[in-house]
């Protein structure tokens, strides 16, 4: 039988907001330069000031995307500080299909690519908080007295 691991969030509860962007007007490759940037930062708002930030033109459509994602989060009542970026996903749209002219009456082929963004922003709150753990070890060492004595 397979053993489960043992995990250290099993004392964490998750919460996740997803937003998704489909039909982008911006080649993945130009947004996966943007997400990369943001690609080892967990924290929301410290991704968001890197995108704001850089130079790049992809990166405001993945701000976008952060922010509607954080906008749900407002029903919940969680701080944005609060807030994790699980997973930024970037997937190919379709093809738009259009035909330049060149010599001797020939045409080339032009594909504007569009994009799909899917961004999943969690936050993890811990169930046991310090009063309770607190609680939990005065509980311990009470029943510690009462078997010992």
């Given amino acids: 039988m397979a053993e489960k691991k043992n995990n250290k969030k099993e004392n964490l509860k998750e919460v996740k907001m997803v937003s ?4 982008v007007r911006c080649t993945p490759d130009k947004l996966r330069l943007a997400n990369h940037l943001v690609k ?3 924290n929301y708002l410290k991704a968001l000031d890197i995108l704001q930030f850089s ?3 992809a990166a405001r459509y993945i701000v976008l995307s952060l922010k ?9 009542n969680i701080l944005p500080e609060d807030l994790i970026i699980k997973s ?4 190919e ?10 010599n001797r009456g020939r045409s080339t082929q032009i594909l504007k690519r569009l994009a799909h963004i899917s961004v999943e922003l969690t936050e993890i709150q811990k169930k046991d908080t ?9 509980k311990q060492k009470k029943a510690r007295k009462k ?3």
């Fill in 20 to 23: 998704k962007r489909r039909f």
């Fill in 40 to 42: 080892k930062e967990s």
């Fill in 55 to 57: 130079n790049l033109n």
């Fill in 68 to 76: 509607s994602a954080a906008s749900a989060v407002q029903d919940k």
């Fill in 88 to 91: 930024i996903r970037i997937d």
């Fill in 93 to 102: 749209g379709p093809k738009l299909k259009r035909r330049r002219i060149i």
């Fill in 130 to 138: 310090k009063e309770s753990l607190l609680d939990k070890v005065n």
């Fill in 147 to 149: 078997n010992g004595s």
